[in-house]
């Protein structure tokens, strides 16, 4: 069982939509949590970390739940824009970070 | 702030032959970068953690002859891939750690090597 899992998608979401994916981990240990956003042959974009209770910004919206071991993304009014790989990623007390797959997101017009 | 270049950006280059990437912190000091790989429709592979003035931690199935790692200030980081083959066609991709800061990592741009 990998670290850190993610639904690989695509979710296939009309413009304007909410869409929410969740992304588990498995070390209880873990200390810090992100979403990254990476576009297709880019580097990876640190989207916002994830705070214990949780945080906002703009239309999206992140989430930690220890006791259930995932964090969550949330996207309202989706943007034609917002078509990309999400990936969450988190860490321990040694700064590496641990990836998950990433979740592939398609905004249709 | 916290800006990372990476050069070159795209190389082909001939088997057998050794590539260089360069990774600098422009705007920010980094006492750790990491060095990953992604090859099309994967996930980010890291294949190793520099720190400054010390030796590489390489992960496990990644050979530190074969992509030697320098460190040697605290704003550049390089991987110079050795004899490449085909195989190691991929995207490469550093990030670097601000010091002092949280967990967070930011990504260099990215380098697209080719074998041919």
């Known amino acids: 069982r990998k670290e850190v899992e993610q639904d690989p998608g695509p979710f296939n979401v009309p413009e304007g939509a909410t869409v929410a994916f969740n992304c588990t981990y498995s070390?209880?240990?873990?200390?810090?949590f992100f979403w990254y956003r990476q576009d297709c042959r880019k580097e990876p974009k640190l989207l916002m970390s994830v705070y214990s209770s949780g945080n906002e910004d703009g239309r999206f919206t992140a989430q930690l739940n220890r006791a259930s071991q995932y964090i969550s993304l949330l996207i309202r009014d989706s943007k034609l824009s917002d078509s990309a790989t999400y990936l969450c990623?988190?860490?321990?007390?040694?700064?590496?970070?641990?990836w998950g797959a990433g979740t592939k997101l398609i905004i249709k017009p | 702030g916290a800006v990372v270049s990476q050069h070159p950006s795209w190389v082909i280059c001939k088997s057998g032959t050794s590539v260089k990437i360069e990774c600098r912190s422009l705007?920010?000091?980094?006492?750790?970068m990491f060095w990953y790989r992604q090859f099309p429709k994967q996930s980010l592979m890291l294949m190793a953690t520099?720190?400054?003035?010390?030796?590489?931690?390489?992960e496990q199935g990644v050979e530190k002859d074969k992509f030697l790692i320098n460190h040697a200030s605290l704003t550049l980081s390089t991987l110079t891939v050795t004899s490449a083959h085909p195989e190691d066609s991929s995207f490469y991709i550093c990030?670097?750690?601000?010091?002092?800061?949280?967990?967070?990592?930011?990504f260099g741009p990215g380098t697209r090597l080719t074998v041919l």
């Open positions: 705007d920010f000091q980094a006492t750790t």
């Open positions: 990030s670097a750690r601000q010091s002092g800061a949280i967990n967070e990592q930011f």
């Open positions: 520099s720190n400054e003035g010390s030796k590489a931690t390489y």
């Open positions: 070390n209880s240990a873990s200390q810090s």
């Open positions: 990623a988190v860490s321990h007390s040694n700064y590496q970070l641990i």
